[in-house]
C-alpha cells in the first residue's frame, strides 16, 4: 500500500516477519517458550493442557461482591427467583427445572446440558429480564446475542461461538419467546 510516496507493509505481513516469531531467532530453551498447538475452553484451568491456550474467560460475576447479609442483595435476589416463577406460571416443577438448569450450566460449564430453553410468552411478560441477569452474571465475552442464528451461530459466520458460553436468539418460528441454549 502506497502512502505519500512510501511502501506500507500490511500488519500480518509485518507481524509474519518479526524475528520474535521465528523459534530458531530467540534465544532461550525451548521449555521457556510458550506455544499454543490449539485454542480451548477450561473453566476449570487446571484442566488446561500445557499446551493449550485457554479461552475461558470466567464468569463475570465472580468479580462482583456481594454481601447476603445486605437486605437490598436479598430483596433483588427473592425479586429474580420470583419473576422466574412467574414466566413458569407457578408450575413447581418447570421452575426448579429452570433452576437446577441454570446452577448446573455455572456450578460445571464445562459439561453442556444440550438444552435449549426457551420462554415463549407476550411480548413484555419478562422474558429478556431473565436474560439480561444471566448476561450481567455471565459478562459480555461469554454473551453471543444474534438476531441470525442461522449465519451467527451454525452457520458460515459463526467464528463468534467459540468463546460464547450463552447464545440467546429470537426462536425459529418467530413467535414471541427467545432461547437461550446451555
Known amino acids: 500500500v502506497a502512502a505519500r ?15 520474535a516469531l521465528n523459534p530458531d531467532e530467540v534465544d532461550g530453551p525451548e521449555e521457556s517458550r510458550s506455544y499454543w498447538r490449539a485454542f480451548g475452553m477450561f473453566p476449570k ?31 433483588g435476589l427473592v425479586r429474580i427467583l420470583e419473576h422466574i416463577k412467574t414466566l413458569c406460571s407457578g408450575i413447581k416443577s418447570q421452575y426448579e427445572f429452570v433452576l437446577n438448569l441454570v446452577a448446573h450450566s455455572t456450578q460445571y460449564p464445562e459439561i453442556k446440558m444440550g438444552i435449549v430453553l426457551c420462554l415463549v410468552g407476550k411480548q413484555g411478560c419478562g422474558k429478556t429480564t431473565i436474560f439480561d441477569v444471566m448476561k450481567r452474571m455471565i459478562g459480555e465475552r461469554g454473551w453471543m446475542a444474534t438476531e441470525n442464528p442461522s449465519n451467527d451461530v451454525v452457520g458460515k459466520f459463526n467464528s463468534r461461538m467459540k468463546d460464547a458460553f450463552c447464545a440467546p436468539m429470537p426462536c425459529a418460528a418467530r413467535l414471541p419467546c427467545l432461547a437461550l441454549h446451555l
Open 5 to 19: 510516496g512510501r511502501v506500507r507493509k500490511r500488519f500480518v505481513d509485518r507481524w509474519m516477519s518479526d524475528p
Open 45 to 75: 484451568r487446571a484442566q488446561c493442557p500445557r499446551d493449550v491456550y485457554n479461552l475461558w474467560p470466567g464468569f463475570a460475576a465472580e468479580e462482583m461482591e456481594t454481601d447476603l447479609d445486605d437486605r437490598k442483595v436479598v430483596l
